[in-house]
């Protein structure tokens, strides 16, 4: 059996970069309060990072990290750190 290997999407250089910046918070990430300091980070608009987290939690590359509190916070999935591996991160 194959293994299934996604189509190249021109995001994938952002998500890659998105990724990494959500590896790089050790305590996950959560849209919205935490998309203006990526976004500034990575000197995109904050729409964009939105963009950004949607396609990456759709395609399977963040999985949900349940902790205290109702708010769930995000971290890269194993998808996801193949993906960045991939991509030569």
Excluded: C, N
Excluded at 20 to 43: C, F, H, I, M, N
Excluded at 57 to 82: A, F, H, M, N
Aim: zero cysteines.
């Amino acid at each position: 059996m194959s293994e299934h290997i996604q189509p190249t999407s021109p995001l994938d250089p952002f998500l890659v970069q998105f990724l990494v910046q959500v590896q790089a918070g050790k305590a996950g990430y959560q849209p919205g309060p935490e998309a203006s300091a990526v976004a500034s980070r990575l000197d995109i608009p904050r729409a964009f990072v939105d963009a950004l987290f949607t396609s990456a939690r759709t395609r399977g590359l963040l999985k949900p990290l349940y902790g205290r509190g109702t708010k769930i916070r995000w971290t890269v999935s194993p998808s996801g750190e193949d993906f960045i591996h991939r991509h030569g991160v």
